[in-house]
């Protein structure tokens, strides 16, 4: 299977261990992934709330450059992937913005490439029972709740993922890989990432309420597919209620025998090693 | 010009917001609603009574945290974080000093740094917004910490086709 790839700005630097993480599952799993050609940013919430016609136009030149390769393009961050389907939407829904933005980019926009998530790609794609097959190592012991904030999902019409209130694809993921997921009702509450620098006080007060949630419905780690929210979730929480956050697929390729993860749970802020040597995964 | 409430509908070209029934589920679900001066479905009402300036004013456009849970639960589908970003670029449009400026300030450092290098270089991003807002000393161990794993890398490659890049600015630029 082959796609496009957009990895965005977060997954070169903060979000490093899940533009490699997602590449390498993707490669072990027979996916082949083409990087945007010179790709640009998608201008992410500063773009939308600053300037509408600026918050298309930048995800349009990237939606045009992958329009020429005919390819789904993969988008793992969440914040891209929520600005492409919007922009996507609202240049195939109002034909005098088409046409001016369209107007100034140098490819073809058609609009047909499709914009998907990795998490939909594995579980959907590759399938639960193909995850299945490759693990080498269960996860034993691990009890992750899955995180799935809010750019995936919502506005629901336009993400077009699965349901907004309760999606189940990442618990899937993790209870094939022989996690126990922990089942809880926070997984798409807001952590506050996008006024993570501006309003740290408050933003700490959010990722504070997440922690103490997850320790009540009895989860050791959370794990998520937004390298904003892990930046968030794993910096912002304070105190003795903080608990390790993985990547999705970093959880992935260490099932899969992948090597990796070692390197990847070194670049966390909030040092998952404890965790991952007591429960003698590594 | 029509009326406040015309001019908003306009921009938001979508679902008017009369549509409303003030039912409060968004402000129910809303996760910055215990800090925001006016609360999602007072915002409506208040377009709807033409309160502009105090509506431009408010800390409650720029703490809006954009996770789109109203929209998403409005019985309505009155678009709402939409309806905010209308405000907020009348707003800037007006030359009000935002009550949340850092929050303005984060916006300019980060679109400034695309449209320098057409992405974001979050090193350069996080000294810009530290320049604005004369914050030096926060978050100076965990920034230490990622610089040191090498998560800050002044370097990161930029897209080549600036000219692509400043024409997008250039044509979506307000007057």
């Known amino acids: ?282 | 010009m029509g009326s406040f409430l015309d001019d908003v509908n306009q921009r938001i070209d979508g679902v008017d917001i009369q549509n409303c029934y003030h039912c409060q589920k968004c402000t129910s679900g809303c996760p910055m609603a215990q800090v925001m001066d006016f609360k999602p479905n007072e915002i409506i009402r208040m377009v709807q009574a033409g309160r502009k300036d105090a509506l431009l004013r408010s800390s409650a456009i720029w703490l809006c945290a954009s996770c789109e849970t109203c929209v998403t639960r409005c019985p309505n589908a009155v678009d709402i974080p939409r309806l905010i970003d209308v405000l907020r670029e009348m707003s800037l449009e007006a030359g009000v000093v935002p009550q949340e400026r850092e929050v303005v300030q984060f916006h300019e450092s980060f679109l400034g740094t695309v449209k320098r290098g057409g992405r974001v270089n979050e090193p350069l991003m996080i000294v810009s917004f530290k320049i604005k807002t004369g914050t030096y000393f926060n978050d100076v161990i965990v920034g230490l910490k990622m610089f040191m794993k090498g998560k800050l890398s002044l370097f990161s490659p930029r897209t080549k086709n600036m000219q692509a890049i400043r024409r997008i600015f250039r044509s979506t630029a307000k007057s």
């Open chain 1, 1 to 282: 299977m082959d796609f496009s790839y957009y990895p965005g700005c977060s997954l070169h630097s903060t979000g490093k261990e899940y533009g490699q993480s997602v590449e390498l599952v993707s490669e072990a799993l027979g996916l082949k992934l083409h990087e945007l050609n010179d790709w640009s940013c998608c201008g992410a919430t500063s773009a939308h709330s600053t300037n509408f016609e600026l918050s298309v136009a930048l995800p349009a030149r990237n939606l045009a450059i992958a329009d020429q390769k005919g390819l789904d393009i993969m988008i793992p961050c969440a914040a891209c992937y929520n600005r492409f389907k919007t922009a996507q939407h609202n240049l195939n829904h109002k034909e005098a913005l088409r046409a001016t933005i369209t107007a100034g980019l140098d490819d073809n926009y058609s609009g047909k490439a499709a914009v998907r998530s990795p998490i939909e790609i594995f579980h959907q794609d590759i399938g639960l029972e193909t995850l299945k097959s490759r693990v080498v190592k269960k996860l034993e012991g691990l009890k992750p709740v899955s995180y799935y904030g809010c750019l995936w999902l919502r506005p629901s019409d336009i993400c077009d993922f699965e349901d907004a209130e309760n999606p189940m694809m990442l618990d899937e993921i993790m209870t094939s890989l022989g996690a126990e997921s922990r089942n809880w009702s926070f997984k798409t509450d807001c952590c506050g990432g996008s006024l993570t620098v501006s309003k740290s006080d408050l933003v700490e007060k959010m990722v504070g309420r997440l922690m103490r949630m997850a320790r009540e419905a009895g989860a050791n780690c959370l794990v998520t597919a937004c390298p904003l929210c892990m930046a968030n979730l794993d910096m912002r929480a304070l105190g003795e209620d903080a608990l390790p956050t993985f990547y999705f697929t970093e959880l992935m390729a260490l099932a899969m025998g992948l090597k990796g993860p070692q390197n990847w749970f070194g670049l966390h802020n909030f040092d998952p090693m404890p965790l991952i040597r007591s429960l003698q995964l590594l």
